[in-house]
């Protein structure tokens, strides 16, 4: 059964044109984050909520904006996608227990091309 | 600043063969240690985790991982690797954050390639 669900998986958009990537889970976890990842590289934290608190990594860029309607739903709208931009975008979730112990369950990820 | 380094960009070995991919890390404190696979144009899976305990850790798909403190290591391991494990393993430090949350510091990944 999917834990962590990305759609859609793949998503091809202008230059400009804004997008939205969504994400959910069945897991009820406090935690939800937003990574990308290019090409075969490290995936980056772009930002995270713990539950309705947003946080920002220092150096994601103000094009890259997120939303959590809800516990199940989060969602990552580029405003204005760059040639950059082009990347895997990889949704994750931990309970957020505070114990240190918690494993990051990664969804299947949504692919991003910009022409 | 905590980190991961995993030294090989990629691994060859023969289906059979023990396999080992290899990660040092640098932390303050103590080391909460993770891998990661990650097939292509798929998500990460989880594999295992070192927390605290038996520096000898047991995950998912046979993996196996040993934590050498004195060596600042956390090398991933299989005893008989097969065709379907070659992938791109990420091995992972825990960087905290605020309260209830963390964030992952990956290396850079080492492609395994697992010949028949």
């Known amino acids: 059964d999917a834990m962590v669900i990305q759609n859609p998986r793949y998503q091809v958009t202008q230059f400009g044109k804004p997008v939205t990537l969504s994400c959910s889970q069945t897991?009820?976890?406090?935690?939800m984050y937003w990574y990308q990842q290019k090409s075969s590289q490290a995936p980056k934290l772009l930002f995270h909520?713990?539950?309705?608190?947003?946080?920002n990594e220092a150096d994601t860029p103000d094009n890259f904006q997120s939303r959590r309607p809800n516990t199940s739903f989060c969602f990552l709208d580029i405003r204005s996608p760059g040639l950059g931009d082009a990347a895997m975008y990889l949704c994750?979730?931990?309970?957020?227990?505070?114990?240190?112990?918690?494993?990051?369950?990664f969804g299947p990820g949504t692919r991003l091309t910009v022409l | 600043a905590q980190s991961v380094a995993q030294p090989e960009d990629q691994v060859n070995v023969a289906e059979g063969n023990p396999l080992t991919v290899k990660c040092t890390y640098s932390?303050?404190?103590?080391?909460?240690l993770f891998w990661y696979v990650q097939y292509p144009n798929r998500g990460l899976q989880f594999l295992l985790k070192?927390?605290?305990?038996?520096?000898l850790v047991k995950g998912s798909y046979g993996f196996e991982a040993e934590f050498n403190k004195s060596q600042t290591s956390f090398h991933l391991k299989k005893p008989s690797a097969l065709v379907s494990d070659s992938a791109l393993y990420f091995c992972?430090?825990?960087?905290?954050?605020?309260?209830?949350?963390?964030?992952?510091?990956f290396g850079t990944g080492t492609r395994l390639q697992v010949f028949p």
């Open positions: 909520y713990y539950d309705k608190d947003f946080n």
């Open positions: 932390v303050s404190g103590n080391p909460y």
């Open positions: 994750a979730t931990s309970r957020g227990s505070g114990s240190g112990t918690d494993t990051q369950y």
């Open positions: 992972a430090v825990r960087d905290f954050l605020l309260f209830g949350t963390d964030k992952l510091i």
């Open positions: 070192y927390i605290t305990g038996d520096n």
């Open positions: 897991l009820n976890h406090n935690v």
